[in-house]
């Protein structure tokens, strides 16, 4: 089967640190990516861990444990316009089609 | 910069109707994709495409078709609309290969009446 769980919300204060967590089961494993998407907008691209560690790229950083089936997004010294739904996926074995198994998303409010 | 545009950002139908979603990208990309996006469920692939004229069935394929007659248009049809396809229909597109991002269109917000 497959399966990916991400809390539903999360607040947090402007210039704080927020870690937002995700686990999968997935049948095969080929990768973990983060996508961000703001209100009635498209999801844009984040991170992609196929490795495990860390992935730091300027205020955001994803880590990634696939023994534990665990990932991480971790966002620092947070902003206003960081509130968005942030969308965990996984993507299976099957060659070029990089198919993507979602979560139903991570909605953080960033509170002044 | 890199592309992938709807047809329209909103769409009202009536159930019974045929209706054509129609997406296009200007990157060459052999993968297509289109999803729709439900409160609580996320995003739920209905079909994909990895080349002209082939595509295979997502997660949920039942109530829709798709057609993919040139490299950068996929267009998705639902057959007959019904009212529990309302919903957010994104469409999307990458290279294919073990890492590549994919690129998401803005987004079809369709209601069926």
Redesign the interface.
Known sequence: GQN?DQPTEMTATEGAIVQINCTYQTSGF??L?WYQQHAG?????LS?N?LDGLEEKGRFSSFLSRSKGYSYLLLKELQMKDSASY?C?S?GLG???????????TLLAVQP | DVK?TQSSRYLVKRTGEKVFLECVQDMDH??MFW?RQDP??????IY?S?DVKMK?K?DIPEGYSVSREKKERFSLILESASTNQTSMY?CAS??????????????TRLTVL
Request: proline letters at 6%; glycine letters at 18%; aromatic letters at 20%.
């Open positions: 990916i080929n990768g990516f907008e498209a999801p844009t691209f992609y196929v969308l996926a993507r060659g070029a089609t990089n198919k993507l198994i979602f979560g139903t998303g | 992938v052999e993968n999803y609580g469920l996320g995003l739920r692939l994909f990895y295979e997502g994104l990458s290279y294919p290969g073990q890492f590549n991002e994919q690129f998401f269109g803005p987004g």
